[in-house]
């Protein structure tokens, strides 16, 4: 595959990524899939990141989307049960 291929498709999945990261925050449900207002909330949202509060804003998101991942994490993680399907035979 040629590299130009390989970076299209690094970018391409990125992208996704992203996209479903919007999609997890449940901003699609909320703005009805509305574009200008999920574009509009990241524009506000990269103002707010440029302006004298950015640190805070960012320290402030950051612990959110961290707590919300391992909340993911403890709901999808497999529950390992101390009986095995031999002891129950």
Avoid: C, Y
Wanted: hydrophobic share 45%; proline share 2%.
């Amino acid at each position: 595959m040629r590299t130009w291929q390989v970076e299209r498709r690094k970018r391409t999945r990125h992208l996704i990524e992203l996209g479903g990261l919007v999609v997890k925050a449940r901003v699609v449900d909320l703005t009805g899939d509305d574009r200008a207002i999920i574009l509009g909330a990241q524009l506000w949202m990269a103002d707010k990141l440029k302006s004298n509060q950015g640190e805070q804003a960012r320290a402030l998101w950051a612990a959110k989307g961290k707590e919300a991942f391992a909340v993911e994490r403890a709901i999808d993680a497999p529950t390992i049960s101390q009986e095995t399907p031999q002891d129950r035979a």
